[in-house]
């Protein structure tokens, strides 16, 4: 009986460290599921790209760029504008550019983790906007 009773605690132990080894996997410390995180480095790898890209418009025209432009040109190769419920856009000034990726469709209801937009300009630094 007491073989039994300390492989149960054994056991218990074994699940909760797993139960909160798992709830703390994502790389920001936020907690959330591996799936969040993917697809927050494939954002921020989207948003380095397009930065990139209008980079590359302005060193060739002299001026920035809208997404549609970046794409029809050829300076930009990426195959869609958006990507797991967010969706990019494009803002531009004489003086520089402000990329976003905003969360347009509500996926997981109001129970989900609260997704951020990110940001991305000529400073070539990701950052989260409020």
């Given at each position: 009986m007491r073989i039994l009773l300390t492989l149960l605690v054994v056991l218990l132990i074994a699940f909760a460290m797993f139960f909160f080894y798992t709830k703390k996997m994502a790389p920001?410390?936020?907690g959330g599921s591996p799936t969040e995180s993917i697809t927050t480095t494939a954002i921020k790898s989207d948003l380095l790209s397009i930065a990139q890209a209008e980079r590359a418009y302005f060193a060739l025209n002299g001026s920035y760029a809208s997404l549609a432009e970046l794409t029809s040109s050829g300076t930009l190769t990426l195959s869609r504008s958006g990507r797991?419920?967010?969706?990019y856009s494009v803002e531009t000034t004489e003086a520089g550019f402000t990329v976003t990726a905003r969360l347009?469709?509500?996926?997981?209801g109001s129970s989900a983790p609260r997704?951020?937009?990110l940001?991305?300009?000529?400073?070539m630094q990701v950052r989260e906007a409020n």
């Open positions: 920001d410390g936020k797991d419920g967010y969706t347009t469709s509500s996926e997981g997704r951020p937009t940001v991305i300009d000529q400073s």
